[in-house]
Each structure stands twice: as C-alpha cells, then as structure tokens.
C-alpha cells in the first residue's frame, strides 16, 4: 500500500518534475525575505541591519536542525528506492520527535544567549535593541522550523514538492499582511515595528507546519506513532545522527565562518552592513535555480542509488550541471548589471549602492562556484559520501575563505566588496575539489539502505 501513495523517481524522471515546484518554493520564499527587508528598509535602515545580523545567526541554528532532516532526506530516498516500506513510519515518527525536542531545546538557548551572541559579532549598538527583540520572539518559535523542516524532506522524497510551493505562497501571503498590519496598517499604532515583524514571521511558520502535517495524513504517505519508537530504536537514530551529522557540521562550519565574516563587515560601518543586506536579498535570486537543481538531483540520485543504479546517478549529475551552470551564470550577470537599478528598491543610499555594486561583479564568481558545490556537495550526500565534503569544507572555508576575506578586506583595505572576493576563491576551489571526487567514482558503495 505504501508504494501506491509514492510518486515513482528514477533515471526517467525529468529534472523539472522536481526542481520546478522547488525553485518556485525558494523564489517564494525570497520574495518573502526580501518583502521584510523592503518594508523594514522604509521603516529603518537600522532595523535592516538588526534583522540581517538576527537571520545570521538563527540559520546556523536552523542548520542544527537539519542534522536530522538532512539524514531523513538521505535514508528515506534510499529505501523508497530499494522499495523497503516498512520501516518508513518509525524513520518519519523519529525524525519528527527529535527534532522537535531539539528544537525546543535550542530555540530555548538562543533567547537566553542572543545578548551575548550580539556582543560577540560586534553588532552596532544603534542595531542592537532590534535584534535582540527578533531574535526574542523569532528565535523562541524556531523549534517550529526545526518540525517544518523534516516535515518538507519527507514530502519531498515522496515525490510531493508543490506542497512546498503552495505553503511558500500562503505564508507569503502571511508575511506580506502582517508587516503591512505592524508597519503601515491599523495596528501601527502599537510602534511594535521589529516585533511585529517577528510576529508575522512565527505565525507564518505556524501555519506552514499545520499544513504540512496535515497534507502528509490526507496523502496516506504515513503516519506518527509513539508506540513505533518502544522499543527506542536507538540504532536507527545513530546511523541518521552519523549520516546527518557531517553533513550538518559541513553547513554549521559555513555558517560560523560566515559569522566570521560578517563580524568583519560590522566593524566597516553601518553603510557595509545594509550594503551586505541588500545584496544578500538579490544574491538569493541568483542562486536559486541552481539550488532547487541541486536538491532534486539529491533527491534522484538518492533513489538512483537507493535501488543500486549508481552508474545513472553519476550520469544524472553532469546532466543538471549542463543545465543549472549556465544559468546561474546568466543569472548572476544580469544580476549585477541590474545591480544600481534594483538597489533603489531598497534605499536611496548612493554610498551602498556604490558599495554593493562591487560586491554583486564579485557574486557572479561566487556563484559559479556555488552552483558547483550545491550540485556535487548534495549529490555525494545522497550517496552516502557524506565525510569527504566535510573535510574539503573545513579546509577552503577557513583556510581560504576566511583568511583572503580578512586579507583582501580588512588587510588591503578594499572593504566588503573584498571579503567577497575571499568566498569568491572558496567557492570556486571547493566546487572543482568535489567536481573530482565525484569523477573519481569514490563514492561507489557507499550507500546506506541495507539490502
């Protein structure tokens, strides 16, 4: 019966099928994001740079939660790959509990420690009171995302990944009233401003998770059952913790050493810091195709290998990046073209829009090298290869990342534009080290399902 309600993927399935509803659910929801910082950009610059700072940190905690997301992800492809279906409700009924207690746990430590957190990133005491209330109310309900997100893996490996699309567009919709309310509207009157922001954003999020659970029991996918995890299958969670882990610890490791960065650029001023703000919302466009790309071919590849086909799912993976490489070149270029026009949407500045414009001609190389990372990085993890990434991570991010963005930004003194240039070299010599080891094959029998 459970093979019924999953949609089949395999070596036929069109990239599109998958990636389409994907990249519009990304779209979405940087239209959201972006929507917040141009209604937050008319109501304070200051409050721009708060939130920019806030979001910093809480993606690395939401990294944290895809320890067990990323490992649903993986270990539910390869069995429904292998067409093993029994035991996908005590996988769906573990993930979900873990990660909501971990969620808990963690949405509770970073109310605590957000004034310490702020200090430590050197966040600019005119930003400071702004961040500390969003990262308050946002940061308290992040355990919501921590649910959310294992909910969308399981969706989607189950071939449903407009349910992604359509929950995109109502907290859209969510997002874009309830600024409106706090900021513009009727409820203006309160001068709630950041909070009330923060308030649309945990409402949104609320009823992303409502939905999604409530699709995946209308679907027949599955279902949740406590009695499933008695015995504890403490086994089963330590095999998801080791495949999770590096490939947590890979996307931690980038978020700290882009909280590196950032403390660079607080120290350049407020105008480097909304600079970095504003090209990060046009940024996010760029690469979002390539990032959908990237999160469908792990998807296939997971299935591809799951039922012993890993000759197609090497094949698979050169065919996106045909695909995805040239757009996210086009991309990018008309990008930073557009760069001194799109700008004006979010402020009238002309010291960071001169200082973004640098920052976006740098971008186009970041992006290059992204597209390769996203595309190779998600394609070994879906194989099982999930160490080598971590390792290579490690060692570009901090040792070329880092140490150029400080040598070219704050050394030479070229400012943001040139902590760009350090990810920029990152970028682009980590995506042709695991360019190679996906060629070399290495990953070979390395996949998880047991047979």
Not at 138 to 157: D, P, S, T
Not at 396 to 405: D, E, H, P, V, Y
Request: hydrophobic share 50%.
């Amino acid at each position: 019966m459970a093979d019924k309600k999953t949609v089949v993927i395999d070596e036929k399935t069109p990239l599109l099928v998958i990636a389409g509803p994907m990249f519009l659910e990304l779209f979405l929801n940087i239209l959201l994001n972006n929507i917040d910082t141009v209604m937050l950009s008319h109501y304070s610059e200051n409050a721009v740079g708060a939130v920019g700072n806030s979001n910093t940190v809480m993606f690395m905690i939401i990294i944290l939660f895809n320890i067990i997301a990323t490992a649903t992800s993986v270990v539910v492809a390869q069995y429904l790959g292998a067409k093993q279906f029994d035991k996908m409700n005590m996988i769906y009924t573990l993930s979900f509990v873990v990660n909501l207690i971990v969620g808990i746990v963690l949405s509770t430590a970073l109310v605590l420690l957000r004034g310490s957190i702020m200090s430590v990133l050197s966040v600019p005491d005119v930003m400071r009171p702004h961040a500390m209330t969003y990262i308050g109310i946002v940061g308290g309900g992040m355990f919501l995302q921590a649910c959310y997100n294992v909910m969308l893996q399981i969706l989607r490996c189950n071939g449903h990944t407009k349910v992604g699309m359509y929950v995109s567009v109502i907290i859209n919709l969510i997002n874009i009233f309830g600024n409106y309310m706090f900021l513009y509207g009727p409820l203006k009157f309160l001068n709630l401003g950041v909070a009330g922001v923060a308030i649309s954003t945990v409402t949104a999020r609320v009823v992303a998770l409502t939905v999604a659970i409530v699709f995946f029991y209308k679907s027949g996918i599955g279902k949740f059952d406590l009695k499933l995890l008695v015995p504890f299958p403490g086994k089963l969670l330590g095999k998801m913790v080791k495949i999770g882990l590096p490939s947590a610890g890979e996307n931690l490791c980038y978020n700290l050493y882009q909280m590196l960065l950032l403390s660079f650029i607080n120290k350049m001023g407020a105008d480097a810091v909304n600079a970095r703000v504003y090209c990060n919302s046009l940024i996010s466009f760029a690469m979002c195709f390539s990032n959908a790309s990237a999160m469908a071919t792990q998807i296939i590849v997971g299935h591809l290998v799951g039922a012993d086909k890993q000759n197609e799912a090497y094949k698979r993976v050169f065919a996106t990046l045909r695909v995805s490489l040239p757009i996210t070149i086009a991309l990018s270029t008309a990008n930073w073209l557009l760069s001194p026009y799109t700008l004006r949407i979010f402020t009238s500045n002309t010291t960071i829009i001169s200082l973004a414009f640098y920052i976006m001609l740098v971008d186009i190389f970041i992006e290059i090298g992204r597209c390769l990372n996203m595309t190779m990085v998600s394609s070994l993890k879906a194989a099982g290869d999930y160490i080598f990434p971590l390792i290579v991570g490690i060692c570009t991010m901090w040792g070329l990342g880092a140490t150029l963005g400080f040598t070219f930004g704050v050394a030479l003194s070229i400012g943001v534009a040139g902590v760009y240039m350090g990810t920029a070299t990152d970028e682009c010599i980590r995506g042709l080290i695991v360019l190679g080891r996906w060629r070399s094959k290495k990953w070979f029998g390395k996949k998880i399902v047991e047979v």
